[in-house]
């Protein structure tokens, strides 16, 4: 292996892993290729993730820039909140965005970790900055056209952030923080919020807009369910391995959550050979689950994983341990 390379994986990859025993000078060759292989899946993962969060930038800025601002709609949550008051005073949008986003940010460090807020930080001042250098052509003054693909792209952009491990609107940071408070839950957080904007938003600019900017929103939380693939705000995730009990330590150490195992047998066919097996089930936010995949892989690349939409959890962990990237 390049000398160069070699230590490259040990001052990012096993650095993290521990540190090297009294007495023994260098890591073995098994440690070196399984720190490369991590390493490489790490540097794909960011990659993969770097290129939604530019196209989840673009897109959303082509929805407002494109379709929204020309029109004076507003959509929900730390978005709405910007536009809103973008329309009401002379400041500049982009820099709306970043002030209001920035409580979000420090929230998001709180309770979701440092990876994550790094993420988010850098796509919410990737959007800014592309809102305040890039010219988007405008496509259409129809005002139901101008709700309908605003939002689209708006949406699409969110979602594409999402994928990518950030947002680049802060509100659901907030809705997670709120629902483990006052006992309720993400959706009711949210509705609640996007109630007070558009209220304003009636008040303020007028009824008409405000009904308009109710559809942009609409029509912006479904493509972000599309794009996301329709899930939830929780996700059950199960999964069959031979190296169940290293994924359920890692879900409990790595991820803090809980894990429930149920004994099965696993095989193929009427006559194919059959195995006792450990069935790992857990409950993670959509936010979570980009990371846990990736663990997941670390460990077993072959593992067989199902995730299923949930629409709300009460009790256990899921509520009560904090968000861990």
Do not use: W
Request: glycine share 10%.
């Amino acid at each position: 292996m390049n000398p160069l390379l070699t230590q490259l994986i040990i001052r990012t990859t096993l650095r993290h892993k521990r540190k090297l025993s009294v007495g023994k000078k260098r890591y073995s060759d098994f440690e070196l290729t399984k720190g490369y292989k991590e390493f490489k899946l790490n540097g794909r993962r960011l990659f993969k993730d770097l290129i939604l969060i530019i196209s989840g930038i673009f897109s959303a800025s082509f929805g407002f820039k494109g379709f929204l601002l020309t029109n004076h709609f507003i959509d929900g949550g730390a978005t709405g909140i910007s536009l809103l008051i973008s329309e009401l005073t002379s400041i500049p949008l982009y820099l709306l965005i970043i002030c209001i986003n920035i409580p979000f940010v420090i929230l998001a460090y709180k309770i979701l970790g440092k990876s994550f807020a790094i993420k988010t930080t850098l796509a919410i001042s990737g959007l800014a900055l592309c809102l305040a250098t890039v010219d988007f052509p405008d496509v259409t003054q129809d005002n139901l056209l101008v709700a309908v693909f605003g939002g689209f792209f708006l949406g699409a952009g969110i979602g594409l952030s999402v994928r990518g491990g950030a947002v680049i609107d802060g509100t659901e940071v907030l809705a997670i923080f709120l629902s483990r408070k006052l006992g309720t839950t993400i959706g009711d957080i949210i509705i609640a919020i996007n109630i007070l904007i558009f209220s304003t938003a009636a008040y303020f600019l007028s009824v008409e807009i405000a009904l308009y900017s109710m559809i942009t929103y609409m029509v912006a939380s479904k493509a972000l369910d599309f794009i996301i693939e329709g899930i939830e705000e929780y996700i059950g995730v199960t999964i069959i391995s031979l190296h169940n009990e290293k994924i359920r330590q890692m879900i409990i150490d790595n991820m803090g959550r809980g894990v429930t195992l149920y004994n099965g047998k696993r095989g193929f066919g009427k006559k194919g050979e059959t195995k006792d097996v450990d069935i790992v089930y857990t409950v993670v936010t959509r936010l979570e689950l980009n990371k846990l995949n990736i663990e997941i892989e670390k460990i077993d690349h072959e593992a067989f994983v199902v995730m299923s939409s949930i629409k709300d959890t009460k009790g256990g962990m899921i509520k009560k341990r904090p968000l861990k990237h």
